[in-house]
């Protein structure tokens, strides 16, 4: 009995069991079936993940190409606008007349024309090729007769003569009015060029460029010829140059640079400006224009030679008009350009105006007037500038303050040490300056004892004595009484000389 019960749950046990296999069976198929299916969507994917990274690699590049494309598409419509506006400006040049204008603003240049009109004689330029055109303004002298000379002498020169109201700055605008050649360049009537200098200049003008000569000072006391303040930042360059790898000055002064006409017809010298007229002529063009600068080179004899005269515009003395309120208002005609900057690339030039060129001057007068700082700040703020850089302005003139506290320190260091050397001096000196007049004094008594003797000697000697005798007798006397006159000098010095009057110079030297 107890057999059959055993054997039954063994039954029972068995059949769960197989029960418990087919489930697993069933589980394990569903299992295998999925993961079938898993793996068949796992290899889908994997093929569409493929071809996706495969298009996105196709999309990538298409989109560099396209990018490319673009980038050339942007340097060919650059190129376009540029050749346009040099095709521009070719076509607005075909109506004028081949060759250059010299333009030189005129007021009572007797002294000068002739060597300036020797100058333009000697040009290696076809005359054909280039006309001066005199602009004679203010009060008359004998320049225009002068120059009418000159034509008559020579008929193959192109000289011209027009008459403006006075002033460089209105000059210089009449003449830009009557300018009819290619390019102009301005010649100041005190100055000249050498021979070559506008055969080499016109060799190499266009259209969208400005031609630079080399350029020298001559002093006009003397004659010498000397580098200008500029002149050395332009050593060992030639052709196309990067305008800020050279001195601002010499891109910013009316001088010395041959130019396209249509371009300067188009902006006018401001006459309300007492000076820096050139500066705000000149970055109103930058501005405007699109200019490569050309500089011809040291080795081709193209040099604008200046005369540097003590009573220029530019020479002025110090003075709170010319150094603070002339260069604000320049500064301030600038800062406003910044509103219609048309040529990006002249923004750089446009800061260093305000805050380098134009406010050294400024940094020049409070070198010797330090006291007016408060007074100079003040007034900046006045212009309301926007562009001025007030952080700048702040350094260079603490810095210009601490270099005279220096010079000062320095100065009254020195003082001291050379009044230390005069008391010591005023100390010692006195006592050994009266020894020695006392020696002195007791030298010439004994002098005198001798010739007194001798004197005595000789008036007691016998009336028959020689005429040579007597002459002796003479000299003798003569010498007694200069001897004499001598020693009562020297005992007058003596008993004048206390240590309160020998003293005073020194005293007044400290």
């Known amino acids: 009995m107890a057999f059959n019960l055993n054997n039954k749950k063994i039954n029972n046990n068995t059949e769960k069991i197989e029960i418990s296999i087919e489930k697993l069976d069933k589980q394990l198929e569903f299992y295998n079936k999925t993961l079938n299916e898993y793996e068949t969507l796992n290899h889908n994917y994997t093929l569409k993940l493929n071809s996706l990274q495969k298009q996105n690699k196709n999309l990538k590049n298409q989109n560099n190409k396209l990018k490319k494309e673009n980038e050339n598409l942007k340097k060919q419509n650059d190129e376009l606008k540029d050749n346009n506006t040099y095709l521009k400006r070719y076509s607005y040049q075909s109506d004028l007349k081949k060759g250059i204008t010299v333009l030189v603003p005129t007021y009572k240049a007797e002294e000068f024309v002739l060597k300036f009109l020797d100058s333009m004689k000697k040009q290696t330029l076809d005359y054909e090729l280039f006309e001066v055109l005199f602009v004679i303004n203010g009060e008359r002298d004998n320049t225009e007769n002068l120059i009418n000379e000159f034509v008559k002498e020579n008929p193959k020169m192109n000289i011209t003569i027009i008459e403006s109201e006075p002033g460089a700055t209105t000059a210089r605008n009449k003449g830009i009015d009557e ?25 190499h003008c266009a259209p969208n460029r400005i031609i630079i000569g080399d350029y020298y000072d001559i002093d006009e006391n003397t004659g010498e010829i000397s580098e200008t303040y500029f002149t050395k930042s332009f050593k060992g360059k030639k052709g196309i140059i990067d305008p800020y790898s050279v001195s601002q000055g010499a891109l910013l002064i009316a001088t010395n640079k041959v130019m396209p006409t249509n371009d300067i017809k188009t902006v006018k010298f401001d006459p309300k400006l007492k000076s820096g007229d050139d500066h705000d002529y000149f970055c109103r063009l930058y501005s405007k224009y699109d200019y490569e600068f050309y500089f011809v080179g040291n080795d081709c004899d193209a040099i604008y030679y200046r005369l540097v005269v003590s009573n220029s515009v530019s020479r002025q003395p110090l003075s709170y008009d010319f150094n603070i309120l002339q260069r604000l208002e320049v500064m301030k005609k600038v800062d406003d350009m910044y509103e219609t900057l048309e040529n990006p690339k002249m923004e750089k030039l446009l800061d260093l105006t305000i805050n380098s060129s134009q406010l050294t001057f400024i940094l020049r007068y409070l070198e010797r007037y330090p006291e007016h700082y408060t007074k100079v700040l003040n007034e900046i703020k006045k212009y309301g500038m926007k562009h001025f850089d007030y952080d700048n302005f702040n350094n260079r003139a603490v810095s210009t303050l601490n270099k005279i506290i220096s010079q000062n320190t320095a100065e009254n260091k020195k003082l001291k040490e050379e009044n230390k050397k005069l008391t010591a001096l005023h100390d010692g000196g006195t006592e050994n300056k009266m020894k020695k007049l006392i020696k002195e004094n007791e030298s010439l008594k004994k002098q005198n004892d001798v010739l007194i003797n001798s004197n005595k000697k000789l008036l007691n000697a016998d009336n028959k004595r020689t005429d040579e005798n007597i002459a002796d007798l003479k000299k003798q006397n003569e010498r007694l009484l200069a001897s004499n006159k001598k020693l009562s000098d020297l005992n007058e010095k003596l008993m004048n000389s206390n240590s309160w009057k020998l003293t005073k110079p020194l005293r007044n030297l400290k």
Do not use: G, M, Q
């Open 179 to 203: 300018l009819t050649r290619e390019y102009v360049v301005f010649i100041d009537v005190d100055d000249f060029i050498s021979p070559n200098y506008l055969n080499e200049a016109y060799k």
